[in-house]
């Protein structure tokens, strides 16, 4: 079955710094990538997805890339403010057959002032 | 539109009890998936169902069981309760069966003692 793996763990950045996360996929057919942003104590949000046939995609502050030949994908935040703090999810699924999503280990952001 | 709900928010058990736990999703989705949430594991695919019928299921034992009703909301049932059986339920929603991408409700926080 589909793996992830997500680095780093944890994350401190200052406020205004730039922060990236990384994952790594096993499945070469997952076609699938969101990201989800979870405060304590809430709901994971979804905060950008990519398909596989896109290289990239953003939104405002956020980008992820998507390099398929290398089986991983990225979660870039520019400008970074207090309330990006939170633990973000990258996932993996493969649409159409299935709505299960393989879920990497999670990373713990922290924006300082 | 209103979001999944998910009821109840904390359920304490103890052990070899049975728990069922509700989840109405996003007006006109149709599938709905289960996932179980812990520090240890992180999140892990409970299963998936739609049209009534499971479609995907997750590497958990038999005591984990669910059903989905025709107006599509669904719920989860674990039997034989054990202490590592403590988490975060969380149900997610999308419009169609392998659909993405998913959104997920607040959850169901169960502890064990």
């Known amino acids: 079955g589909e793996n992830v793996e997500q680095h780093p763990s944890t994350l401190s950045v200052q406020e205004g710094d730039s922060a990236v996360i990384k994952c790594t996929y096993s499945d070469s057919a997952s076609n699938y990538f969101p990201w989800y942003k979870q405060e304590l104590g809430k709901r994971p949000q979804l905060i950008i997805d990519?398909?596989?046939?896109?290289g990239e995609k953003k939104d405002q502050r956020i980008a992820v890339t998507l390099n398929k030949t290398a089986k991983h994908f990225s979660l870039h935040i520019t400008e970074t403010q207090p309330e990006d703090s939170a633990v973000y999810f990258c996932a993996a699924s493969l649409t159409g057959t299935a709505s299960k999503l393989t879920f990497g280990t999670g990373t713990r952001l922290q924006v300082t002032l | 539109k209103a979001g999944v709900t998910q009821t109840p928010r904390y359920l304490i058990k103890t052990r070899g009890q049975q728990v069922t736990l509700s989840c109405s999703p996003i007006?006109?989705?149709?599938?709905v998936s289960w996932y179980q949430q812990t520090p240890g594991q992180g999140l892990q695919f409970l299963f998936e169902y739609f049209s009534e019928t499971q479609r995907n299921k997750g590497n958990f034992p038999g005591r984990f069981s669910g059903r989905q009703f025709s107006n599509s909301r669904s719920e989860m049932n674990v039997s034989t309760l054990e202490l590592g059986d403590s988490a975060l339920y969380l149900c997610a929603s999308s419009p169609r069966e392998g659909g993405q991408p998913q959104h997920f409700g607040d959850g169901t926080r169960l502890s064990i003692l």
């Open positions: 990519i398909r596989s046939n896109v």
């Open positions: 007006s006109g989705h149709r599938s």
